[in-house]
């Protein structure tokens, strides 16, 4: 029997050793090319690194070495060591002097004193994220990279998260989103106790099909008040709606009200894929009526058009409202308003008709919830939240083409 893999924090350095000694057992790399194919990664980074200072320095000096040129800004006066640390290791960087010192010259790969690279520095903040400690992420990067931070860097690192994060929830929002998508999930945190609060989150897709999150904020309810505040907020900061074509949520009286509050003339697509949730809930006799009753009303939103739409439902209506009243009469309710995506072209409206887009988004949010558990206080949860979302990447929404061409028509 084959030895289970464990792959828990502490054991990640220990499993890469095994991985190497397995592609050796296979023949598929000896030792010296396993090593070979990590110091080469590296050492083509660290001569892509170093192209890059001497090309930026000889635009800056305007001369070859040796060159004589009316235009020299100064003389080349050798090189001296500089360790830069990369998400591949340590590379060796050799930096040009000058003679004269009468300018600073600047690099666009790293700023004055510094020493890691940004994406290393990401790196150590989201293995916090995920929850490592300090000097558990010490000994996980000295093993996979060959370089790490003190437990007092990773500290600091945390918290320039938290300059990052104040400036997020208080920068401007660009009015350039044509669909939003508003829901909330809930975590736990202990501070006097273990409670659940909710964290409502906003996710635009703007006219181009780039998907962001727009905000999120820690709330103590998903009431309606919570989320007028939450809107109001946007609003405040610049997403007044004029491009805004489409609201997406779920079935949530408290998001409903706090829509027509704030955003009162932009149509509201209630997500289809809750509406059967519920009517599946209302059921009476489910193993009688479940099947043919699901698979009929999921038809309606296969529709061609709003028109057969209708006609589908009803005829869905006529035919299981004496069978299964309660199922029908909350079918019926607001059900005109899940079919606001068909004012839309076809290439979109599965991308508009359910709040799946930022349904995904929560489920990555939520797979690393579980491995949290729950957080220590309010500041822990924002942290944790913000540096996700900074790292977790959504993928454009495909626009039709003549739509994108109208657009820049514009």
């Known amino acids: 029997m084959n030895k289970s893999v464990d792959f828990s924090i502490d054991n990640l350095p220990k499993q890469w050793q095994y991985v190497k000694r397995n592609l050796r057992e296979m023949g598929i790399m000896n030792q010296t090319e396993v090593d070979d194919v990590e110091v080469k990664a590296r050492l083509v980074v660290e001569e892509f690194f170093q192209r890059s200072i001497n090309g930026e320095f000889k635009e800056q000096i305007k001369a070859e070495e040796y060159e004589r040129s009316d235009e020299r800004a100064d003389i080349r006066s050798g090189t001296y060591p500089r360790l830069f640390t990369t998400t591949f290791g340590k590379a060796k960087l050799l930096i040009p002097k000058v003679r004269k010192k009468n300018q600073e ?41 060959g370089d790490s931070v003190s437990h007092q860097t990773a ?14 929830q208080s920068q401007p929002i660009e009015d350039k989103y044509r669909f939003i998508f508003i829901d909330g999930f809930w975590v736990h945190i202990k501070e006097i106790d273990i409670k659940k609060r909710p964290i409502l989150f906003a996710l635009g897709i703007t006219k181009d099909g780039k998907q962001e999150i727009i905000a999120f904020k ?16 946007l609003y405040r900061r610049g997403l007044k709606g004029k491009a805004l074509e489409l609201i997406i949520q779920d079935g949530s009286e408290a998001i409903t009200a706090a829509v027509n509050t704030v955003y009162p003339y932009t149509p509201r697509q209630r997500c289809y894929t809750h509406k059967l949730r519920n009517l599946m809930q209302n059921i009476r006799y489910k193993f009688k009526h479940r099947a043919k009753l699901m698979k009929q009303a999921s038809n309606i939103y296969k529709a061609a058009s709003r028109q057969d739409a209708i006609k589908r439902f009803r005829i869905f209506v006529n035919q299981w409202k004496n069978l299964e009243p309660r ?59 913000f540096g996700l979302i900074k790292h977790i990447n959504l993928r454009p929404i495909q626009q039709p083409k003549r739509m994108l061409q109208c657009e820049s028509a514009k």
């Open 155 to 168: 500290s600091a690192l945390l918290q320039n998260l938290s300059d990052d994060l104040r400036q997020y």
């Open 105 to 145: 010259y600047v690099y666009n790969l790293f700023a004055k004193y510094q020493r890691r690279q940004r994406k290393f520095d990401d790196m150590i903040v989201l293995s916090l994220l995920l929850g490592f400690s300090t000097r558990k992420q010490q000994r996980f990067f000295q093993a996979f990279i």
């Open 327 to 385: 199922a029908v009469k909350c079918f019926q309710d607001e059900f005109y308003n899940t079919l606001n995506f068909y004012d839309f072209p076809k290439e979109i409206r599965s991308a508009i008709s359910t709040t799946n887009h930022l349904e995904r988004f929560l489920e990555e949010i939520r797979r690393r919830v579980k491995i949290q558990g729950y957080f220590k206080n309010e500041r822990s949860v924002n942290l944790w939240i």
């Open 218 to 233: 820690l709330a103590k309810g998903e009431t309606e008040e919570e989320y007028i505040n939450f809107l109001n907020d």
